[in-house]
């Protein structure tokens, strides 16, 4: 795979082509491509039933994207959680942006299935 060196921490994945990421968005449920700010950006909606769910989701994006050096927009409010994913350092939308989407999906179950705690 031919890489784009931006900085000496982190290679940037070659380019997809539209139907390489049609294919990797049909696997990440809930989530679209968006363009905004002219560029293209993998965003999703996550509702919550309370303020606590937000904050504990958003603090588990958090660590993932400590975690894996690779940070997301996040826009919350009460019972909602906007992440935006795409690789800021050369404005496009990378294999690794459908990854964190994915994760995001999985922290998203994780946070519903403990549902009882948050009452």
């Known amino acids: 795979m031919n890489n784009i060196v931006v900085n000496q921490e982190e290679p940037i994945q ?5 139907k390489e990421k049609n294919i990797l968005l049909n696997n990440i449920p809930g ?6 700010d002219s560029m293209n950006k993998l965003m999703r909606s996550f509702t ?3 303020f606590s769910q937000v904050l504990a989701f958003t603090q588990l994006i958090e660590n993932l994207a400590k975690q894996e050096n690779h940070h997301p927009v996040i826009k919350s409010s009460w019972g909602k959680v906007t992440i935006y994913w795409w690789t800021h350092a050369i404005h496009v939308i990378q294999e690794k942006d459908f ?21």
């Open 14 to 18: 070659k380019l997809l082509t539209q």
């Open 31 to 36: 989530w679209e491509i968006i363009h905004e």
């Open 48 to 50: 919550f039933e309370n």
């Open 99 to 119: 990854q964190m989407a994915e994760a995001c999906n999985n922290l998203y179950d994780k946070i519903l299935a403990e549902e009882d705690l948050w009452g």
